[in-house]
């Protein structure tokens, strides 16, 4: 049934495609993609009538969907059916209030993912944000993520341009398959686009202000930028390449600084909320991976140290890693020591080698505790929880780690709209 339905959307996409002749922004990497997808699609609207993804719709079901404009059918057969005679409907038709640019986020969770989605919507821009070790059992190696990767740069429009993150090796690398001009967004000195000067403003988590405040440059000029609502460097990367997807379209850094006050962090990405007992909550529940379980112990040791918190990591497994397993969670283990955690709470079987690790590293393991579930966990918190603590979330999709989020939240009411995919 799946197959058909995919087959079927790829043909009616496809005629869309043709009918209306969109820009196409297409967004990969192994992390950052969706945070980049938000960022760009709220500076691109400053000038343009933009489409973006619908929800998390990313793979060879949802990215025809999000160009036909469509909701999924879940599970229902009946519910199906009707979506794809009225895709059908509209992939003949043209619709003069369609989008001119469609910003598409495109997932690869196995070889083959990316050419797919690329021969659907061909883009014309190309994003590439970084890449790790997600989805490393389906790959076999980090190298053939990059190749899978870079497929977007190799199926760019030959009037397009590529935007690749000039802080990643492997992303940078790419440049050297283009055929098309290269724009190098990241903090390195180099960049074609640069943030600088960047600060955390974070306050208590009882309607205070959190974000992140810093400078981009480009073309010779510089503006300051301020993201709220989410902190760390990779909320940065998104604003980055956003600011240079931007001025590829002709957009100007005014425009661009302006645009980015309208970004809203997705649910799940290191999103700030307001926790119980006037506390704060990192929210990075959306995926992991050590390379972004890193980034997002990073944010705790870079807090502002105006004032003593106590730093909580409440850290579930990372899934799909094959022979990366271990040595991952192991890094995590060392990784929340260095970076000054003064409790870890740890949910899921794999999470033994991060307590192992962290215990090699010197942390006491009597502020380690473990846990079978993410409710015990949550409810272990709660307990520990004084005013003014801090609380990282993070863990792989498939633990459900915004369950122990939602016991933390000072307004549960709120997570069905603002936590990732929460499950009663």
């Known amino acids: 049934m799946r197959k058909f339905i995919q087959k079927v959307l790829a043909k009616q996409a496809k005629r869309k495609m043709e009918k209306q002749k969109p820009a196409v922004v297409g967004i990969t990497g192994s992390v950052g993609k969706s945070s980049a997808k938000q960022a760009v699609g709220a500076v691109l609207k400053r000038a343009f009538k933009v489409g973006v993804n619908l929800k998390n719709y990313n793979n060879e079901v949802g990215v025809p969907l999000t160009v036909l404009r469509l909701p999924s059918g879940g599970r229902s057969a009946w519910r199906w059916f009707g979506i794809l005679a009225k895709g059908c409907w509209r992939s003949w038709r043209r619709d003069k209030a369609y989008p001119e640019i469609l910003v598409l986020e495109m997932a690869a969770d196995q070889p083959g993912d990316i050419t797919y989605l690329a021969d659907i919507a061909r883009p014309d821009v190309a994003v590439v944000t970084a890449v790790g070790e997600s989805h490393l059992e389906n790959f076999g190696s980090v190298e053939n993520i990059v190749k899978e990767k870079q497929v977007l740069i190799q199926r760019l429009a ?41 600060s955390m403003v974070f306050k208590d988590g009882a309607g205070g ?18 993201l709220p609502g989410v902190l760390g460097r990779q909320a940065i990367y998104a604003a980055l390449a956003a600011a240079a997807v931007g001025l590829v379209k002709g957009m100007n850094l005014v425009e661009i600084a302006e645009g980015l006050r309208d970004y809203e962090p997705p649910p799940g990405r290191t999103r700030c909320l307001t926790g119980i007992k006037r506390t704060l909550l990192i929210d990075d529940t959306y995926n ?31 899934l799909e890693l094959g022979s990366a397993s271990v040595p991952g969670h192991e890094e995590a283990g060392r990784t929340a020591v260095e970076c ?20 090699a590293a010197g942390f006491p393991a009597e502020r380690i505790n473990h846990f079978g579930s993410t409710d015990d966990a949550g409810r272990f918190v709660q307990e520990m929880l004084k005013q003014g603590d801090v609380v990282l979330v993070k863990g ?26 929460y499950h009663e």
Request: hydrophobic share 45%; charged share 30%.
């Open 158 to 198: 030959k009037d397009g341009a590529a935007i690749l993150n000039r802080d990643d090796e492997r992303v940078w690398a790419m440049r050297e398959k283009s055929k098309v001009p290269v724009t190098g967004f990241g903090f390195h000195d180099e960049s074609d686009v640069r943030a600088h000067d960047v």
């Open 340 to 359: 000054g955690v003064d409790h870890l709470i740890l949910v899921g079987e794999r999470m033994g080698d991060a307590k192992k690790a962290a215990v």
């Open 209 to 226: 202000e959190c974000g992140m405040q810093f400078k981009i440059s480009a073309r010779g000029s510089t503006i300051p930028v301020f």
């Open 396 to 421: 792989s999709r498939g633990m459900h780690m915004d369950r122990v989020v939602k016991e933390l939240m000072a307004d549960p009411l709120l997570a069905e709209r603002l936590l990732v995919d």
């Open 288 to 318: 992991a991976a050590p390379r972004s379980m890193r980034a997002a112990l990073q944010i705790l040791r870079d807090l502002p140290a105006d004032t003593p918190r106590r730093k909580f990591a409440v850290l579930g497994d990372m």
